[in-house]
């Protein structure tokens, strides 16, 4: 019995304590309130300065305590009187002003004095009753004593309030309740950026629950209650997350082929270009001119681990490379393409930074349809009149004796030397290159498929809104004289679902757009995450049906 009360006691005392709280600051008169506000101003402004007697008589005493003659009967246990503004008016949608002062508060809470050697003990112990706020210690210094800690106990906890174990436990140690009361200071730093929002909101206006980083970027899709606070919003997030120097929202849907969405900048450096680490791979990019998306980094490790090194990749829709890079740094060798200028930009720069070579991975800037027909030696093509451009390779200089290799250029090689010291320059000075290069080319110089077209193990499709239409790509592209002994590539085609529809629905409208049944047993479909309310994401994996494949190809 004694037990469950020592469990169940701390959660009513709590409860009680916070009920009381609530009716006290209804019943507080406006006097009260503006007494306290004089109280919080003038304690701070004299705290800093360390000159207490500046402060009102009245306030003083209300401010001062005794931390060396406080035994548990000489000392005045009330709990926490809290000095605080009250938060920012929100009448009528106003929107606030950001006042980091205003957040400021003292609470007088118990502190108990304990021995140093006792503090784990006790600290368990007192567990349910000790001071639990976010960034405070319930275990701090005693002052000047170098043998004691004071324990702090949650401001609604009096001694008389503790259970009777709790002062047998400090009998059976020996030691006395010492007791005092200890002002504990609460202001903005000490806050969560949901704690702010909440008190600065008015009523109705959720802070938002959530937001995506790239890089040093936030990004937010700010629903219409809360656009006029977006300035507020922004600000809030930027002081609360250091690494964050850019805060952004979503303006209206994603609607061009770019997969770019029209942006805001609401707190901080109007600066769009960031770096992103996923999984050890580097990507640079400008957030408001290429596609990306933190959310996804566990689908492209999920897919990429499923690669084997040696295999190639054809990347058709390929952004900034979240496939790609991670792909070729496994030594896969990967063709990759996006429609997107600037998106081939930075893949090339991306190819760069992570010391990818052009035989790892070659970037094409061109529609998808074009370009799967392009490695696939279709006929008509462009394939034949890249063949016909390519010149005999020059007859290699026996006179240098050191190794060659090359690293990806936007549109071409640049040869580096064997030695270390000058390889590593040589990269830093292409580096530099590649973040002022100008476009890239449709086809990379030198580029063009073999006659039959390239064999490739896998397909990447990753345009959810639309890559399920471009499976009429497939109809007829591949060689029946090359791949008719051979296994047709893996497709990974991502593609959303609504709540209506089934995954066989999905399946048969990938079959439309191939024109022909995908073969038994070849296909799966993976679900990626919730994009939003009744709508999913999915990756459907299937290998190419030989029926589909060539189409029209066979004499």
Known sequence: MRFLVHQIYPVIVTNVGRLSRKLNVLTNAAGNLRTALRATNEFFAVRSRSDPSRLSPQIYRALTFDTNSMECGAVDTATANVAA???????????????????????????????????????????????????????????????TKLLLLEENVKLEDLPPELHDRFEADGLTVAATDHPVVLDYGMLSA?????????AGVDAPSSFETIGHIAHLNLREEQLPFRHLIGAVLLDKNPHLKTVVNKVGSIENEFRVFQMEVIGGE??????????????????????????????????????????????????????????????????????????????ALNARLNRLGPSGLKVFNMDGRTFLRLLCDCPGSAAQELRAKLSPPPPEDGGGGGERSVAATDGGCTAVSGNPAKRQKTRARAAAEAAEAGP???????????????????????????????????????????????????????????????????????????????????????????????????????????????KGRRE
């Not at 949901?194 to 008015?202: E, H, I, M, S, T």
């Not at 497709?491 to 038994?520: N, Q, W």
């Open 85 to 147: 503004s009250p938060a920012p008016s929100t009448s009528g949608h106003e929107v606030p002003t950001l006042d980091r002062e205003a957040f400021k508060q003292i609470l007088n809470v118990i502190a108990i004095r304990v021995p140093n050697r006792k503090c784990a003990d006790m600290m368990k112990a007192f567990r349910g009753f000790t001071l639990d706020r976010p960034r405070l210690r319930c275990i701090v210094q005693d002052g000047d004593r170098s043998e």
């Open 194 to 202: 949901d704690a702010v929002l909440k008190r600065l909101l008015p």
């Open 270 to 347: 109007s600066r769009l270009e960031t770096e992103v680490t996923q999984h050890g791979a580097r990507f640079r990019l400008d957030f408001s001119q290429v596609y990306w998306n933190s959310r996804l980094e566990s689908e492209h490790l999920r897919l990429v681990s499923s690669f084997r090194p040696g295999e190639v990749l054809v990347d058709m829709m390929a952004g900034i490379g979240p496939f790609a890079i991670p792909a070729a740094q496994k030594g896969l060798t990967v063709y990759a393409n996006d429609l997107n200028p600037r998106s081939a930009h930075y893949l």
């Open 440 to 550: 890239v080319p449709a086809v990379p110089d030198g580029f063009a498929p073999p006659v039959g077209g390239l064999s490739f193990d896998h397909v990447v499709m990753n345009l959810p809104a639309s890559a399920i239409e471009f499976l009429d790509a497939f109809r007829g592209a591949f060689d029946p004289a090359y791949w008719e002994d051979r296994s047709l590539p893996l497709v990974h085609c991502y593609t959303f679902k609504r709540s209506a529809e089934t995954e066989a629905d999905i399946i048969a409208k990938a079959e439309r757009y191939l024109g022909g049944p995908m073969e038994s047993g070849s296909c799966s479909v993976h679900t990626v995450r919730d994009v939003a309310p009744n709508k999913l994401m999915l990756c459907l994996s299937f290998r190419v049906p030989r029926e589909v494949a060539f």
